[in-house]
Structures are given as C-alpha cells and as structure tokens.
C-alpha cells in the first residue's frame, strides 16, 4: 500500500515493501537506466528506495525524490544532497516534511527555496520563515498565496520591497490588506490593487482618480467601474488611460462608442475597431509558483544528467 500524500512513512518491520540485501544489491550493481527504472517502478521495495536514495547517479536519486510514497529514510538525506535538481525534487515533494521543508526554504539555491513555496504541504511555519527570508522572489511568491494568514499578510503590508507589495495587492482577498496598501506610497503597489477584483466601488473610485497615469490605465483594463468614474476617465487626460478604455474587454460599448469620437485618431481608431475577444486587452497574470520554464535549467546539453 502506497504512503498517503503529506506523510513520510518509516520503514519498520517486514511488509511488501522491504527486500533483502541480496535483492537491493543487484538494483543498485546495474546499469544507470536499470537503477533508474527500479527508482520510477511503483513496486519498488521501500528498503530498496533507500539504497537508491545513495546512488552515484544524480538522476537516480532525484526519481526517488519525486516518490510520493518514497519513505523519511530515503528522503531525509536527499535535503542535503549536492546536486540542486534533487534538492529541489524533494522540495516539491508533497510527502516531505515539514521538518525538512523547513530546512529547504533555507537552502542557498534559489529553484529549492521557490519549490517549497509552491508545496501543498507549505503550513503556517513554514509561511512564517518566508515572510522574514532575505529572497524577494520567495516573499513574492508568498505574497500571491490566497490563504495567507492574516498576521503574515500584515507583515507583508509592510516589505521592504516594492514588488513584494504590489504582488500582495495585486492577489490578496482580504479587505483589511486592501484597505492599508491603498495608502501605499508607491505607484507599482496602487497599480497592483488597481488589477484587484476585490476591492469596493468606493476603492476603485479613488483609483480612477490617482495621480499616476499607470495606475488608472490598469485599472479600466482590469476592473467594472460606475459610470461616473467612466464618464470622468473619457476626457482623461492621459492618452494612455483613454487607449486603456478602448482597449478593455470590461469597458461598456456605450463609453467606447464615445471613445470612438476621441480628439486622438489612435484612440478612436481603437475604439472603433475594437472586437471583443480579440486578445486587445491585457490580463492580470496567474500567480506564480517558482516553476521553471519547461525544458530548461535542467540537465547538460543535449543529454541527461547521469
């Protein structure tokens, strides 16, 4: 029987997942492709995983790593191992715990750091250590989390980093979060609440009226607006703001149909030409994970790491 997700499981006495010693050396005397496939065989003895959890192979151990139902013995050493690629494999390992997560959001790399910002196994002491870690990415990455709790998210409130914050405003469902970061100082972080779909008429009214012309452009891209903000926004001064609203899939075809007589010919060309659907407008992004692109940063060129 597999080990249930989020739980890393001891080896103890005999079941169908332990082996002799005879059976565990002829896995890990074979070839590289031979050991491989017994580290990725789902009948794999559990004893087994934990020689192979050793092998001189980094790809070897970075298949057991992967292993959901991988026992605390074959994964606990993997925290530690050399090579990054198997570091971080345990760091996205659901089943690994939370004592070893807590080693690895520590780790000097940074691809092992984000990867256990995106494990479902992630819990609040973890979450706690991120909020105080000195990589940007890693708070970042924290800030975007729906169920952050709202201690933490009163922390983030007031990152140093910019960034840190505007992700925080761009993603966080939790009004009081809201409310502070509206008296934020910083134009990129009003930017981020302006993408929010959780703030009030009343936010998004002051929004519609910020100083800062990026503000306002991603703001009629991203959310419905009353029609007096619309109406006020039409003669925008910003010619930037005015394309934003021909451009926006949320705009009503009344205000566009006015833009369509803007004094700019670009903007009411816009408007005029706008299809909804088109792929015109910008969209806020889906949070990030810390995953990596695929098919790159991993392994040699032009073939597998061995």
């Not at 002799?20 to 995983?49: C, E, I, K, N």
């Not at 980094?58 to 606990?76: F, G, I, N, S």
């Not at 926004?233 to 451009?247: F, K």
């Amino acid at each position: 029987m597999m080990a249930p997700m989020g739980k890393q499981q001891d080896v103890g006495g005999p079941n169908r997942h332990s082996g002799s010693g005879a059976a565990a050396d002829g896995v890990t005397g074979g070839s590289v492709d031979a050991r491989l496939a017994f580290a990725q065989d789902p009948t794999t003895p559990h004893m087994t995983l934990i020689d192979l959890a050793s092998d001189p192979s980094a790809v070897v151990r970075e298949a057991v790593a992967t292993r959901t139902d991988a026992p605390a013995q074959a994964l606990r050493p993997l925290t530690r191992d050399h090579d990054r690629h198997v570091r971080e494999a345990v760091a996205r390992n659901p089943s690994t715990s939370v004592a070893n997560l807590l080693r690895l959001v520590k780790d000097a790399d940074r691809w092992v750091r984000w990867g256990v910002a995106g494990n479902p196994a992630c819990d609040e002491s973890i979450r706690r250590v991120m909020t105080e870690a000195p990589d940007k990415e890693l708070r970042g990455l924290l800030a975007e989390r729906r169920e952050l709790e709202p201690e933490l998210a009163a922390r983030l409130v007031n990152d140093v980093s910019p960034e840190v914050r505007e992700r925080l405003a761009t993603h966080t469902h939790d009004p009081d979060v809201i409310t502070a970061l509206m008296a934020d100082r910083t134009a990129r972080v009003r930017k981020g609440l302006a993408r929010n779909p959780r703030t009030t008429t009343a936010q998004r009214s002051a929004l519609a009226q910020d100083p800062v012309v990026d503000v306002r452009a991603a703001l009629v891209l991203a959310v419905e607006l009353t029609e007096a903000d619309l109406r006020r926004l039409i003669d925008d001064r910003s010619v930037q703001v005015r394309m934003a609203m021909a451009t926006s899939e949320v705009v009503p075809p009344h205000i566009r149909q006015a833009l369509g007589r803007d004094p700019d010919e670009m903007v009411a060309g816009a408007a005029r030409d706008f299809r909804p659907g088109s792929g015109n407008s910008s969209v806020v992004r889906a949070p990030r994970v810390g995953q990596r692109a695929s098919g790159t940063g991993r392994g040699r060129p032009g073939g597998a790491r061995r």
